[in-house]
């Protein structure tokens, strides 16, 4: 009996958590004439993909944009995050834990806080208005995060393996390419999966440091449902649009999230 209540609830619980999804996909099939409050449950008959097109003509060049930037950013911030954790695990130096301690620091700092200068820092450098210098910014701000997945997952490496390499004459990136890199499968799902899903979905950064001809898909969509006038089922339709790539990565490597999270859990 309690096995049938627990059940009933997740089976509620699940209900109610797909319902806005639910809506997303009815209005997105919806003309726009038929989108009314009273109509607002209704399944529409027949189905209007004409609102994908749309949607897809519109997003078709952020969405390559955003393509770039979170493959790029996502790969480049997890080399950094690797060689970060690898130091601070396997070759702590004077006052190594207070560095980690101020990256750490660097997850809470709000993404507004930091925003003009950051603005004028990469006006500075000439990447303003560049997708290289969103990339830089997201690489960056993503160092604190993917520095800690990497030191706690590598502080559960046996040092006896480091010790053997180097006695067997590996030196620092000997070690690391031979002995830690082919072990460190599960944390780079996890940051691959992490970074990747809060770049691709990231919108303040995209809109005040980029040029229209770089901006990714999120300040697409937000374009799509400005306006006095708005046509819901194109910002419905573009919002599943531009939910699928991270849908898709969490659909292949959402099984090895869990497992990569979990490896650090018991020393770190």
């Known amino acids: 009996m309690g096995r049938v209540l627990l059940y009933g609830f997740l089976l509620l619980a699940t209900l109610f958590f797909l319902l806005p999804v639910y809506l997303v996909v009815l209005t997105a ?3 726009p004439a038929q989108i009314t409050l009273d109509t ?18 519109a997003f078709r060049p952020k969405f390559q944009n955003s393509l770039v930037l979170a493959l790029s950013a996502t790969c480049l911030s997890a080399l950094v995050g690797a060689l970060n954790g690898y130091v ?6 004077r006052g190594s834990g207070l560095l980690f301690a101020l990256m750490l620091f660097g997850m809470f700092i709000p993404y507004q806080s930091v ?18 210098g969103l990339v830089l910014v997201h690489v960056v701000y993503g160092i604190p995060i993917v520095t800690l997945i990497f030191k ?3 502080s559960e490496i046996p040092d006896e393996l480091v010790e053997a390499a180097r006695i067997d004459g590996a030196g620092f990136f000997g070690v690391f390419r031979r002995v830690i890199l082919p072990l460190s499968a599960p ?3 996890v940051v691959a999966i992490w970074q990747f899903t809060q770049i691709w979905n990231e919108f303040l950064f995209a809109v005040t440091l980029t040029r229209p001809e770089s901006q990714p ?17 194109l910002p419905m339709a573009g919002a599943i649009l531009a ?11 959402g099984r090895y999230f869990l497992r990569g999270l979990l490896a650090g859990s018991v020393k770190g």
Do not use: C, D
């Open 88 to 93: 601070l695990a396997k070759w702590p130096f």
């Open 29 to 31: 099939l919806k003309e």
């Open 115 to 132: 925003l003009i200068p950051l603005f004028h820092f990469v006006k500075a450098i000439g990447l303003y208005g560049t997708l290289s």
């Open 243 to 253: 939910a699928l790539p991270t849908l898709l990565v969490y659909i292949l490597l």
């Open 152 to 154: 706690n997952y590598y």
């Open 217 to 233: 898909i999120t300040v697409a969509l937000a374009q799509l449902a400005g306006g006095e006038a708005v046509k819901w089922n």
């Open 40 to 57: 607002v449950w209704r399944w529409p008959s027949p189905p209007y993909w004409e609102s994908f097109r749309i949607a897809w003509e």
């Open 187 to 189: 944390a780079f799902v």
